[in-house]
């Protein structure tokens, strides 16, 4: 299967808000397909194209969710989420047991293999196992760093110094390194958007210069296989409904997780409010179908004390879906 890519290379350094909006000292590793969308409809509406958000608030377009990539031997190296299923190992290899229990990224080599049900000799690739990265060649650790900032809370309410409270932010700092994502076809409208992004940044603390990233652009091919029921998300997805879940998860090899969606609204007159939350399944999971595009792409986040003639907030769950063998496939 062929996509489109976009690389987004940061040279600055990245927080992502991880489960309450209030919780800085731990970032998230990667970039959530909900936020890309959400941040482009933003960014159309910021410079005057509000009329290229659709109506119904379904893009034109699917994305996945932006994962690390390192440059390495004059080549982008791809990473993607490790699959919920098992490794299909050529033997149990005990002494490295734990460390695959760790990893949470696969280079594309071991990916296609995963997805592919090729069998992995761990033991005579002991090597390739870097951390929470399963690599043939990168090492991620050079390349991709985390480390905490201080900051401090002042009270808006109080002008005593000892009302300040300290605090650290976690950061993800890149070194000829970024994020990349997969979309299903060439879009001007979402590269103009991109293209403002690289200054406005992604993230938190963008006002002081987090964030920015350089942005470029390719193709990937990723080797799929054939003849098999069963998919895996590489988005955030949201079925568009209870029947489609039960059907496409009524599989014995189906795997899934969930994580809740949500945060504070960042449009111009309405910050500070909460918007509603939605709980979505996570990347990587495997489900009964084989449809490339599937999910609810219109989630209308716009919390009930608004007023109805308020803009809709839109989160989508449509994610991008590519075959994956499994045990019994």
């Known amino acids: 299967m062929q996509f489109k890519v976009y690389y987004l290379k940061f040279n600055a350094p990245l927080h992502l808000g991880n489960r309450r909006p209030d919780t800085y000292d731990v970032t998230e590793n990667y970039l959530r397909s909900d936020t890309i969308i959400a941040a482009v409809y933003d960014t159309w509406a910021k ?16 994305v996945s969710s932006a994962y690390p990539y390192v440059e390495h031997g004059g080549k982008k ?91 650290y932010m976690e950061f993800i700092f890149f070194q000829n390194a970024g994020l990349f994502f997969l979309t299903d076809q060439k879009d001007e409208r979402l590269k103009k958007a991109l293209e403002i992004l690289q200054y406005e940044g992604f993230g938190t603390d ?16 990723i ?50 409010i909460e918007k509603k939350s939605v709980r979505m399944f996570t990347e990587g999971s495997v489900w009964c179908h084989l449809e490339a595009i599937n999910g609810k792409a219109n989630i209308n986040l716009r919390p009930s004390i608004l007023e109805s003639d308020t803009h809709p907030i839109w989160r989508s769950g449509r994610s991008l879906f590519i075959p994956i063998k499994t045990s019994s496939s």
């Open 206 to 221: 963008r006002t002081v210069g987090n964030g920015f990233f350089t942005l470029e652009e390719g193709n990937i091919d």
């Open 47 to 62: 410079i005057g194209k509000a009329d290229w958000i659709p109506n119904d608030g379904i893009p034109a377009f699917t």
């Open 223 to 272: 080797r799929v296989p054939e003849g098999t029921k069963t998919s895996t998300n590489l988005s955030l997805y949201t079925p568009k409904d209870s029947d489609d879940f039960r059907k496409y998860s009524d599989h014995q090899d189906a795997a899934y997780d969930t994580i809740k969606r949500g945060g504070w609204i960042t449009s111009i007159g309405l910050m500070g």
């Open 77 to 167: 190296v791809h990473f993607f989420p490790r699959p919920k299923i098992r490794f299909n190992q050529t033997k149990e290899f005990d002494q490295a047991r734990k460390a695959i229990k760790k990893v949470m990224w696969l280079d594309q080599f071991y990916f296609e293999k995963v997805i592919n049900q090729e069998s992995i000799d761990f033991e005579s690739g002991r090597t390739h196992l870097k951390g929470s990265y399963l690599s043939k060649d990168a090492d991620p650790a050079g390349h991709i760093t985390k480390d905490g900032r201080q900051r401090v809370e002042i009270s808006r309410r109080s002008i005593d110094p000892k009302d300040s409270r300290p605090f």
